[in-house]
């Protein structure tokens, strides 16, 4: 399993945080859980409201999938729209899993 850590800062003008809201809810969420070999999607929002305010989890199945995810179209013009409508302060962190066994 290849868990996707998504991390940044929501924009500053009210007007471009409503529509980031409605994208996110109604284009990248579920775009997102979409795509081939995502397994979970999960959203967190900073209580303390300090930064990063954001943060994203994406299980997906394979690190084939999550490079085809992070390679594609989709992904790429989700990225731009966040960026166009102030969304900054970004950060990504890739993990994955090892399967132990007593032998």
């Not at 995502?38 to 490079?67: G, M």
Request: charged share 20%; aromatic share 12%.
């Amino acid at each position: 399993m290849i868990l996707y850590m998504m991390q940044w800062d929501l924009p500053t003008q009210k007007a471009n945080l409503e529509i980031y809201a409605n994208k996110a809810r109604n284009d990248w969420i579920p775009l997102t859980l979409s795509h081939q070999g995502v397994q979970q999607f999960r959203t967190f929002r900073n209580p303390l409201e300090t930064t990063p305010q954001v943060a994203v989890a994406i299980e997906f199945d394979s690190l084939d999938s999550w490079r085809a995810y992070i390679e594609s179209r989709d992904y790429m013009r989700i990225m731009r729209e966040q960026r166009i409508l102030g969304c900054h302060n970004f950060s990504n962190q890739v993990w994955c899993t090892w399967e132990m066994r007593a032998g």
